[in-house]
């Protein structure tokens, strides 16, 4: 048995390996970065790879739904006693993963399937979904984002894939002096003690970006293609809806579901929500730094 310590938006994680034969850190390579020696008696989480889990026997457990994650489908059961499993495949639609939490996730078990591909796969989509929900309740949001800072504070850009989050922080980097890339695909918000925080996550997407850092949220603006450059500030019901997409979020568990529609709410309160409207150029992000950066 193997036991890992995190520390991750400045939460405290911990994985545990019953068996390394098949599994270990060789499938998190982007969590070393995290690591820590020593974490609380009680972390945030605690998930333990067990392959010898087997599924709650059907009784006990009602389908909830099946949804797409882009990457595949995750299949989703309620037990009867409030906490839920889930099945995560890939895109090929192989069970990658069995996932058994608590209701609050902050008790975790997976057992990981196939080859070493599948095995990341599962557990990284496993340790992704609890994070963001066992942060629901902490004020945290996991969203899908490519940040960028400047001057210690963190600019996360959204949008649908393939839209044009990474272009937009590429033009920063490139022709705003003083930034850099701090995750391209899903950061952390934390709200603490009335301030927003951004952080950088052990996921990265394809642009191997695996930072434990954090910056004072600066802003998060929606990428919308237009034939022109232009940063407009939406009405809060409209921020909302542009924001609470690119959040990973439960709505079939109400508790969950309304706190993190809370934790967004707070977000909009705070003016921190944009929409860039903008071509793929040097000025959009001129424009777009103008219009958002905090000086």
């Known amino acids: ?145 490519s940040l960028v800072r400047n001057n210690d504070y963190g600019y996360a850009f959204i949008a649908k894939s393939g839209t044009g989050k990474s272009t937009q922080v590429s033009m920063w980097l490139r022709h705003i002096p003083g930034s850099d890339l701090m995750n391209d695909d899903n950061p952390i918000v934390r709200i603490i003690d009335g301030e927003a925080w951004i952080y950088g996550s052990p996921w990265s997407g394809k642009t191997p970006c695996y930072r434990n850092i954090k910056a004072r949220l600066g802003a998060i603006t929606r990428i919308d293609r237009a034939s022109q450059n232009s940063v407009d500030k939406p009405a809060p019901i409209a921020a909302f809806a542009s924001l609470l997409p690119s959040c990973s979020s439960m709505k079939w568990d109400s508790a969950i579901y309304n706190a993190i529609c809370d934790t967004i709410t707070k977000i909009v309160e705070m003016g921190k929500v944009y929409t860039l409207h903008c071509l793929p150029n040097k000025e959009a992000a001129e424009v777009c730094y103008k219009a958002i950066a905090i000086k």
């Open 1 to 145: 048995m193997e036991i890992h310590n995190f520390q991750i938006a400045e939460l405290d994680v911990q994985i545990i390996f019953r068996d390394t034969t098949v599994n270990g850190m060789h499938l998190l390579r982007s969590f070393e970065p995290f690591r820590v020696d020593k974490i609380a008696e009680k972390p945030f989480f605690r998930l333990t790879v067990d392959d010898s889990l087997t599924p709650i026997p059907k009784e006990r457990r009602q389908r909830i739904r099946a949804f797409d994650t882009g990457n595949g489908d995750t299949v989703v059961d309620r037990i009867d006693d409030g906490s839920y499993q889930y099945i995560i495949k890939d895109i090929e639609g192989n069970e990658c993963s069995l996932l058994e939490s608590n209701k609050d996730f902050s008790d975790c078990q997976c057992a990981l399937r196939g080859n070493h591909n599948m095995r990341t796969f599962g557990l990284n989509n496993a340790l992704m979904l609890i994070f963001a929900f066992a942060g629901a309740h902490q004020r945290l949001l996991l969203i899908h984002a």
